[in-house]
């Protein structure tokens, strides 16, 4: 065949092992594998994640020859708008290879809050059990992509209240904030929603409330959340993602109200089964395309980040 596939760098959680089982697979489909060494010309398929530097890249005229980008990552915020609207080939997208383990997160932080247990030392004779029941609460959904709709079909079948905020999609809710017992981020990074969370937000929420962001950092605006968290004791803050990352979590040892993570709700331990998988499904799509004497893979087969681009920025 003769194409090229190319990585520049690999997410610290896989290690140097997904490497050599990519080489492997992508050697066995006929193509010639490079890893942070590039093919002497622009590769034809580039394997990226959330760390590459597209415009860096794009400004060294490296992606000249590429027709395929797979970015195995359901976030894309690296990508630059300018980027995605004048590249020619096809970047494509791995929402699904996470979005369940996300989803997971969310619920598991959920029920952290509405059930807490514990081990009892002896046999209650009240058999009292102070906590929160899921169809008595409210929730406020912000963003109804791939995860949002997971999230939301098991809120629902729970019970539960749920208002759905995504005015692309056409959900607008627009409830009233005093009653909602739980916000969840789901929604994706672009103008239009950056520090959609801020003090006017939760100045309208009530003293308990659970707040979880899996998404992205720059949804809330930091410093505003610090206040919230400060001025709430008894609301509760589950965050994984941050407005800069590395962020230094020291910060938050001293909050009881507060639970952080480095980035990892979409980490499990079959991730680097999935991503191989859906890198080889694309790879094999690619090899029967151009068997077929097609430059572009079928629609439908994969989203593609061409079907986000708005006006002026990415959905």
């Known amino acids: 065949m003769g194409w090229t596939v190319f990585r520049d760098q690999i ?34 398929i580039f394997l990226s994640n959330t760390h590459t530097n597209f415009k860096k890249l794009a400004d060294q005229d490296f992606f000249s020859n590429t027709k395929f980008i ?14 995605v609207k004048d590249f020619s080939g096809s970047i494509i997208l791995g929402n699904q290879i996470r ?19 514990s081990k009892s030392s002896k046999w209650d004779q009240q058999r009292s059990f102070k906590r929160k029941v899921a169809s008595n609460c409210q929730v ?23 208002h759905i905020s995504d005015p692309h999609l056409g959900f607008n809710a ?49 410093s505003d959340l610090k206040n919230a968290i400060r001025n709430s004791p008894e609301a509760q803050f589950v965050l994984d993602v941050f407005e800069t990352e590395p962020y230094a979590l020291e910060e938050f040892i ?3 109200n507060v639970i952080v993570t480095s980035h990892i709700a979409g980490v499990h331990d079959m991730l680097g089964h999935d991503t191989l998988e859906f890198i080889y499904k694309a790879l094999k799509d690619i ?27 990415l959905l």
Not at 37 to 44: I, L
Not at 74 to 80: A, E, K, R
Not at 147 to 152: A, D, Q, Y
Not at 194 to 206: A, C, E, G, V
């Open 11 to 44: 997410s610290s959680y896989f290690g140097n092992n997904l490497v050599q089982q990519e080489k492997a697979m992508a050697e066995e489909l006929g193509f010639k594998y490079y890893f942070q060494t590039a093919p002497e010309r622009s590769p034809d």
């Open 70 to 83: 797979i970015h195995a990552n359901s976030g894309y915020d690296n990508f630059p708008f300018d980027f």
């Open 99 to 117: 979005q369940h383990a996300v989803a997971d997160y969310i619920m598991a932080s959920l029920y952290r809050w509405l059930t807490p247990l």
């Open 140 to 162: 406020l959904l912000l963003g109804k992509g791939h995860i949002g709709t997971i999230v939301s079909n098991a809120l629902i079948n729970l019970g539960m209240t749920v």
């Open 174 to 222: 627009n409830p009233d904030l005093s009653c909602i017992d739980i916000i969840i981020l789901c929604a994706g990074l672009n103008p239009t929603s950056r520090h959609i969370i801020d003090q006017r937000f939760f100045k309208k929420l009530k003293s308990e409330f659970l707040l979880i962001n899996s998404a992205r950092g720059p949804l809330i605006n930091h």
């Open 254 to 256: 001293e909050c009881p």
């Open 287 to 313: 090899v029967s395309a151009l068997n077929q004497d097609q430059s572009t893979l079928p629609a439908g087969k994969f989203p593609l980040l061409r079907d986000r681009l708005m006006p002026n920025y």
